[in-house]
């Protein structure tokens, strides 16, 4: 790989944090470059979404310091999330691989 390349997703990568701070998004920037860059599917996916957890709990960490979290809802909401997750996980292993021939 070459810097341009390199300096290129890192920029991308600064963008997509900037937008998902401030009005949410961020990975319809980022997941495209990171499948640009070559990545599974299943890769590029998970990156996007290592990215995307940094920011929820950093945001999640902030209002709760602030006492703005209602912990109920939380629990209501997060049940319905996790078994979600579970179940994306998991077929994830079903896309095909961006590099893979369409024949």
Avoid: E, Y
Avoid at 19 to 44: E, F, H, K, Q, T
Avoid at 66 to 72: F, I, P, R, S
């Amino acid at each position: 790989m070459d810097w341009t390349f390199l300096i290129g997703i890192f920029a991308a990568g600064l963008l997509a944090g900037f937008v998902d701070a401030i009005a949410g998004g961020g990975g319809l920037i980022l997941l495209p470059a990171v499948l640009l860059s070559g990545l599974p599917v299943g890769a590029a996916v998970a990156t996007n979404k290592l990215c995307g957890t940094f920011g929820a709990l950093t945001s999640s960490l902030r209002f709760a310091q602030a006492k703005q979290v209602n912990l109920t809802a939380c629990l209501w909401m997060g049940i319905p999330a996790a078994i979600g997750a579970l179940l994306g996980s998991q077929s994830i292993g079903f896309c095909r691989n961006s590099g893979q021939n369409r024949s």
